[in-house]
């Protein structure tokens, strides 16, 4: 990993010294490296589930069920092997018979526009994938989650998804290629601060508003009514300080029936959905123990200091996306006639890759972290023991992995694993 960081800079900072076979070499290597790095972990999590319960899960776990939270994971796993596995191949594919860059000059005779050929070539690759991705997908939720028991999902439900899903990717691909396009076209260097802005300006958005535009378009959103546990948690919200006012519950029901929430907004717009299958396996006591424990992310400055780093993050993405664009050797290692947009962002996609998995690994390492925080502060404002039971309960509802590898966690995992939370909650 450390290897293909410092190849990756390497690479940036000599870019117009290497051949464009040289480029192509190293795509394929960063591919190879992705797929067999990623495949070796998911390969050590898979073996390093126990036979014995976890004590904290005795009470909660016979043996048939953990044995079915086992062989839930290894379907899961199985399916995500054979699904990436398509995927490298695909990959592998494009860079060795140039395949990029054959899709890149037709996309170039297919108009003059350079916005239609952008958006042309990305809705190819788009299609592509949708197409193919289809069969996981269904197979997923109709023989996986069918199996053990979470899919309440029809197959009129399954399609209308796919075909909003369709129809919200292409909008966003149109909208951000144009945009982008008219950015570049506007400005001859320097570009990239504004592509940051504008990138910057739509996350911001999109979080302030996701509960009011996203969410309606696949679930139904209706306000908690009046009792018990809207009282509870507007008592628990002006104890701590915290207004809350727009709180829902989605009908999460009509898909799995796993249990779920999530939060989201800004300012005036923060927003708490519930699912519905939440409050109906949840106490009052653990729901709102559960909010305590996002409003501890909030107290923390928790939320705001995230969006800091991934705004940053964007920052250096643009600065050295727009060092890409300015070799065409690079353009030649993929095949293609000439630099443009939707080339650019093929290989920049390869060159980042190291530098994106090591920024997400600290990014995990920090909200492993701000997890901890959380706890604590629900711990402290609220009930600590509430909170342990309602993680519980979560976790074998959805029949989580309770003995994640090590390193797999140290790579992927955003959260802690559930006994080290546990532990931590426990604490005197």
């Not at 939270?69 to 796993?77: H, L, N, P």
């Not at 923390?300 to 993405?317: C, E, F, N, P, Y």
């Not at 095949?335 to 290989?347: E, L, T, V």
């Not at 998995?357 to 404002?381: Q, V």
Request: glycine letters at 4%.
């Amino acid at each position: 990993m450390k290897i293909s960081f410092i190849l990756t800079i390497f690479v940036f900072l000599n870019l117009c010294v290497l051949s464009s076979e040289i480029i192509l070499n190293l795509f394929i290597v960063l591919a190879i490296f992705n797929f067999l790095f990623t495949t070796v972990l998911e390969y050590l999590n898979d073996k390093n589930w126990k036979d014995n319960i976890p004590d904290e899960f005795k009470d909660f776990y016979d043996a048939e069920n953990y044995l079915k939270a086992k062989y839930y994971k290894i379907s899961r796993g199985k399916l995500s092997s054979v699904s990436s596995s398509v995927s490298f191949v695909f990959t592998i594919s494009m860079l060795y018979f140039f395949g990029f860059g054959f899709l890149s000059d037709l996309a170039t005779s297919f108009s003059d526009s350079v916005i239609l050929q952008s958006s042309f070539f990305f809705m190819i690759l788009y299609l592509f994938n949708f197409v193919i991705g289809i069969p996981f997908s269904y197979y997923s939720t109709f023989v996986i989650e069918e199996k053990f028991g979470f899919n309440k999902t029809n197959l009129k439900t399954f399609i209308s998804d796919k075909i909003k899903g369709l129809f919200i990717s292409s909008a966003l691909i149109l909208g951000l290629t144009s945009l982008a396009i008219f950015i570049i076209e506007s400005f001859s260097s320097g570009y990239w601060l504004w592509l940051w802005l504008g990138l910057s300006l739509l996350m911001i958005f999109l979080n302030m508003f996701y509960a009011d535009l996203i969410v309606p378009i696949f679930n139904k959103l209706t306000p908690l009514e009046d009792g018990e546990l809207r009282k509870k948690i507007e008592a628990y919200s002006n104890k701590v300080g915290y207004s809350l006012k727009n709180i829902f519950v989605i009908d999460g029901s009509k898909r799995s029936s796993k249990a779920n929430a999530f939060f989201s907004g800004l300012g005036p717009r923060k927003t708490i959905a519930l699912y519905d299958t939440l409050i109906k396996k949840h106490s009052d006591e653990e729901l709102v123990s559960v909010l305590a424990h996002e409003v501890g992310h909030f107290k923390k400055k928790h939320i705001l200091l995230s969006m800091i780093i991934t705004i940053s993050q964007l920052g250096v993405m643009c600065f050295l996306f727009e060092i890409c664009m300015s070799f065409e050797m690079i353009a030649n290692s993929l095949g293609a006639s000439a630099m443009n947009f939707h080339i650019g962002i093929i290989a920049f996609s390869f060159l980042y890759s190291p530098i994106g998995l090591i920024i997400g690994i600290l990014m995990n390492i920090l909200s492993r972290k701000n997890e901890f925080e959380a706890d604590e502060y629900a711990k402290l404002t609220y009930d600590g023991n509430a909170l342990s039971l309602a993680l519980k309960k979560l976790s074998v509802d959805s029949l989580s992995n309770l003995y994640p590898h090590p390193l797999y966690v140290f790579v992927h995992y955003s959260h802690p694993p559930l006994i080290k939370r546990l532990n931590a909650l426990n604490k005197k």
